[in-house]
């Protein structure tokens, strides 16, 4: 199965809602409470994030991701605040996603990522930088 990265244009964000909400919220649940699937429809819908899906060659999306952009000092970064789909990430797609990003003047992608993940995407060049621990005051 061939896959195209492609992004999702806000103003077509509510016609594609039903088809990539599933896979955002697979990812949002492991940030326990950062985000709620509302939350991220506003920030997509808003513009703030970049909505960006896969999909096969009859437009079936198999995957969708939501982008964060924060730009620092020496690097703009392509934060992946959420991710889900099966059979998604390869050598293909990751060059097509890492295109893409580059056209939104990224130099860098960050995520903070369970150890599987991390795992996974070491596969993709990804080096595992710091790891991130909370407590709720």
């Known amino acids: 199965m061939n896959l195209t990265i492609q992004p999702v244009l806000p103003t077509f964000l509510h016609q594609t809602w039903h088809l990539v909400a599933g896979f955002l919220e697979d990812g949002l649940k492991w940030g326990e409470d950062d985000y709620t699937l509302e939350q991220a429809k506003v920030f997509l819908a808003r513009g703030d994030w970049v909505l960006i899906v896969a999909s096969d060659e ?3 999306v198999h995957g969708a ?4 952009f924060i730009n620092m000092p020496n690097d703009r970064i392509a934060f992946v605040v959420t991710m889900g789909g099966k059979l998604i990430s390869n050598q293909d797609t990751y060059k097509q996603f890492s295109d893409l990003l580059k056209t939104y003047g990224a130099t860098k992608i960050q995520g903070a990522a369970r150890e599987s993940i991390a795992r996974l995407w070491k596969r993709f060049g990804f080096n595992e930088r710091y790891r991130i621990v909370e407590a709720k005051l």
């Not at 991701?65 to 964060?68: L, N, R």
């Open 58 to 60: 009859n437009n079936v």
């Open 65 to 68: 991701t939501a982008i964060s």
